[in-house]
């Protein structure tokens, strides 16, 4: 599961930063424990030091016992075991009926000839007061810089992030067909996020200008093709021309015309898709459907001895903003597919409305799948002079304008609509 | 008739200048935009076929030159189908016609000739074979001066025939010059085959009968 990298960077902040903390303040509690021991350690011989020199100095004439300060006894053998180490004891205090921790140190000294043992005496309270006073500050105040530092780290990396958040929802924004200008910053604050815009915007007019070549290249090739077409129909004109043509010969070049006029009329139908994909019709108008769809009909059913039965609904108004000529295309290529997949005996159902137009015809079963149905080279039924291109053509202007083209089918009915949404 | 055909598309022009010159006109070439405007400015043609792109620079140059010298010299441009943009300026420039490429070298035939007949001929717009008589201007047909109705694709179909008379028209040219662009959309060119059947019986009915020719399934010929 993939989480948003600030979330990411607290999570990893608020786990591992407790376990720094902890262990400084650990090593904080030993450091603090040492320092308070040694300084007891002062404190205890500071006082033996001057309790001597009281000593000394009064000849003996002084208090031998305070509690809690020191204690003077004179020792009989001068061969006693003396620990040089501070230890751990308790005094308890009639007054307060409790026993207070102490930390005491005992020396032997001799004084003209007098063994004398003098342990002092350092109350272990205020110490530990203080350390766990010292402690609790440290705490605290460790936990605040924790919480400073993941805030601190969310705040900066918004900031510091943004080129790269801009970056991604340009990028989103980029489609090859429709939205090829990315305009990424080449300076962003950050070496990193520099290189990922540099990088970006290369692939990017990488891409672009790949798309553009092979775009190009359909048009170019089908515009060269062009000229030799020409040629050779013109060639073929004369040749039909010839006397003493023989009917063998005859039939040869009856092919070779049919053959010539399909390429010639396919090659002219994948320059008006290229052209159509390269925006070469961007001229629009107010285009009115329903004449258009009435004069088409007329001039077909003129054409065709063998046209379907035809029932036709159009709701005048019907206005387009388009360009003319790929409406008429549009339409044409609609029609004429109905007329041309139809049986012997079979109908056409027309229908324009404001939503869209409709066109329904009866037909043998499509033999692929629907979705190819608009693909390029895609021959539901092969007959000899249709392209394969006339669907694909039909879903390129839809495209280009946004209408949604769906097909159906459904007992032995073929139904192709164009919304006009 | 002198016809000057500037195209730099050499085996094109070849072919258009056998196509012309069996048809009684005297043809003049030009490769190149510098040899095009050399010959249309040294001599009078009755019809200049002019293709825009040329090396050397635009057809359209040269027309705008003879306009602009007052050269009176009829123009069809050639060019390629769809550039909506040279065909609109070609017109606006002087030229008379305007065909695009591919084209039917019969189709062109009858553009040149309609050109010669409404530039040079006016009063004189009928065009004969036999008994046949067709009056281009009041559009009528008549056939042992008897009058036959036809339809607007039979009149049209009849006129291409007679400019292209005593040859082999194909199906395609017939099926394009009267549907136009339309055409690519038809499955079949089996329309063509019963306009030519309609025609051919409406011309027997009134006594002209088998001028129309059917050469192998290829095309038709008008001949006597």
């Given at each position: 599961m993939s989480k948003p990298l600030l979330q990411r960077n607290s999570l990893f902040l608020l786990t591992w930063l407790p376990v720094v903390l902890l262990v400084c303040l650990f090593a904080f509690y030993v450091l603090l424990r040492l320092q308070g021991d040694h300084m007891q350690e002062e404190q205890?011989?500071?006082?033996?030091?001057?309790?001597?020199?009281?000593?000394?100095?009064?000849?003996?004439?002084?208090?031998?016992?305070?509690?809690?300060?020191?204690?003077?006894?004179?020792?009989?053998?001068?061969?006693?075991a003396v620990s040089h180490q501070s230890r751990d004891t308790a005094v308890y205090y009639d007054d307060q009926k409790k026993s207070v921790p102490f930390q005491i140190l005992s020396r032997a000294y001799t004084v003209n000839n007098r063994n004398y043992l003098v342990t002092t005496y350092v109350s272990s309270t205020e110490i530990a007061h203080l350390i766990i006073k010292v402690f609790i500050a440290q705490f605290l105040i460790l936990i605040l810089l924790m919480m400073a530092i993941v805030f601190l780290n969310r705040k900066s990396a918004v900031f510091l992030w943004q080129p790269f958040f801009s970056a991604i929802k340009k990028l989103k924004e980029y489609d090859i067909k429709t939205n090829q200008l990315v305009e990424l910053p080449d300076e962003t604050g950050t070496t990193e996020f520099d290189q990922l815009n540099k990088t970006a915007a290369g692939l990017i007019s990488n891409s672009n200008t790949a798309y553009h070549q092979q775009k190009q290249?359909?048009?170019?090739?089908?515009?060269?093709?062009?000229?030799?077409?020409?040629?050779?129909?013109?060639?073929?004109?004369?040749?039909?021309?010839?006397?003493?043509?023989?009917?063998?010969?005859?039939?040869?070049?009856?092919?070779?015309?049919?053959?010539?006029?399909?390429?010639?009329?396919?090659?002219?139908?994948?320059?008006?898709?290229?052209?159509?994909?390269?925006?070469?019709?961007?001229?629009?108008?107010?285009?009115?459907v329903s004449p258009i769809v009435e004069q088409m009909i007329a001039t077909f059913q003129n054409h065709y001895d063998d046209f379907p039965e035809l029932d036709m609904d159009l709701q005048p108004n019907v206005v387009l903003t388009a360009n003319r000529s790929l409406i008429e295309i549009?339409?044409?290529?609609?029609?004429?597919?109905?007329?041309?997949?139809?049986?012997?005996?079979?109908?056409i159902i027309i229908n324009l409305s404001l939503s869209g137009f409709l066109i329904e015809n009866t037909g043998p079963p499509l033999d692929i799948e629907p979705e190819e149905l608009f693909g390029r080279f895609k021959k539901g039924s092969h007959t000899t002079k249709t392209t394969g291109l006339g669907l694909a053509i039909v879903r390129q202007v839809c495209n280009l304008y946004h209408y949604p083209v769906s097909y159906q089918s459904s007992n032995g009915w073929h139904r192709i609509t164009v919304s006009f949404a | 008739?002198?016809?000057?055909?500037?195209?730099?598309?050499?085996?094109?022009?070849?072919?258009?200048?056998?196509?012309?010159?069996?048809?009684?006109?005297?043809?003049?070439?030009?490769?190149t935009f510098k040899e095009g405007i050399e010959k249309a400015e040294d001599f009078q043609y009755d019809c200049i076929i002019l293709d825009i792109n040329l090396p050397g620079g635009s057809g359209l140059k040269i027309l705008e030159y003879l306009r602009q010298h007052k050269k009176s010299d009829g123009v069809i441009i050639i060019s390629a189908r769809d550039s909506l943009d040279d065909k609109i300026a070609g017109l606006d420039l002087?030229?008379?016609?305007?065909?695009?490429?591919?084209?039917?070298?019969?189709e062109l035939n009858a553009r040149v000739k309609a050109l010669i007949r409404r530039k040079y001929a006016q009063g004189t717009s009928a065009l004969e074979m036999g008994t046949l008589h067709v009056n281009l201007l009041s559009r009528t047909v008549t056939c042992n001066n008897q009058h036959i109705l036809l339809t607007r694709n039979e009149y049209d179909l009849?006129?291409?025939l007679l400019n292209n008379k005593e040859r082999v028209v194909g199906k395609q040219a017939i099926a394009e010059h009267i549907y136009g662009d339309q055409a690519d959309n038809m499955p079949s060119?089996?329309?063509?085959y019963s306009q030519i059947k309609n025609l051919k019986k409406k011309l027997k009915d009134k006594g002209c009968e088998d001028i129309i020719q059917t050469v192998y399934g290829l095309g038709y010929k008008l001949s006597l």
């Open positions: 205890l011989l500071l006082k033996q030091r001057n309790v001597l020199t009281t000593f000394i100095n009064k000849s003996g004439n002084m208090e031998r016992h305070i509690e809690g300060e020191y204690s003077i006894d004179e020792m009989k053998d001068s061969h006693f290249f359909v048009e170019n090739a089908s515009h060269e093709i062009q000229t030799p077409l020409a040629i050779i129909r013109s060639k073929l004109e004369l040749l039909i021309n010839q006397p003493n043509l023989t009917e063998k010969q005859a039939s040869l070049l009856g092919d070779i015309t049919e053959a010539n006029e399909r390429l010639s009329l396919m090659n002219r139908t994948l320059l008006l898709l290229a052209k159509i994909e390269n925006n070469h019709f961007p001229e629009t108008e107010a285009v009115h549009l339409l044409s290529n609609l029609i004429t597919n109905a007329i041309v997949h139809n049986v012997p005996g079979g109908k | 008739m002198k016809l000057l055909v500037i195209e730099d598309e050499t085996s094109l022009l070849k072919s258009i200048i056998e196509y012309f010159t069996q048809e009684d006109f005297l043809c003049e070439t030009a490769g002087g030229a008379d016609d305007y065909v695009t490429k591919p084209f039917h070298l019969s009849l006129v291409f060119f089996d329309f063509v």
